[in-house]
């Protein structure tokens, strides 16, 4: 069992930067970030392999970053030029099987972070 916690989650103005933190309680090679607005459906964001296979939905293309670091177990979402459609709940998953994508399923979840982003 894998336990995620997240952190850095917090409130901003369009256009802003936040970014996103998740420790993982072991290595995991696959780790990834979805989110879930107020109402909708969640959904993945990125997706990360080992430090350096990464993959993302369309609409944060260009503005998030994804990265991790395989010695602290730990993995980032740099978001930038953020936008009010940004605002969710934003989730850090791990994978323990093959195939790595924002929309593959994950074996384990952590709390969740809430970003906000204000107009």
């Known amino acids: 069992q894998v336990q995620l916690v997240e952190s850095g989650g917090g409130s901003v103005q369009a256009g802003g930067s936040l970014r996103l933190s998740c420790v993982a309680s072991?290595?995991?090679?696959?780790m990834a970030w979805f989110r879930q607005a107020p109402g909708k459906e969640r959904e993945g964001v990125a997706a990360i392999f080992a430090a350096s296979i990464t993959n993302y939905t369309d609409s944060v293309k260009g503005r998030f970053t994804i990265s991790k670091d395989n010695y602290k177990n730990t993995v980032y979402l740099q978001m930038n030029s953020l936008k009010p459609s940004d605002t969710a709940m934003y989730y850090c998953?791990?994978?323990?099987?093959?195939?790595?994508?924002?929309?593959?399923?994950?074996?384990?979840w952590g709390e969740g972070t809430l970003v906000t982003i204000s107009s």
């Open positions: 072991a290595y995991i090679a696959c």
């Open positions: 998953a791990a994978r323990g099987s093959a195939g790595c994508t924002y929309y593959s399923a994950m074996d384990y």
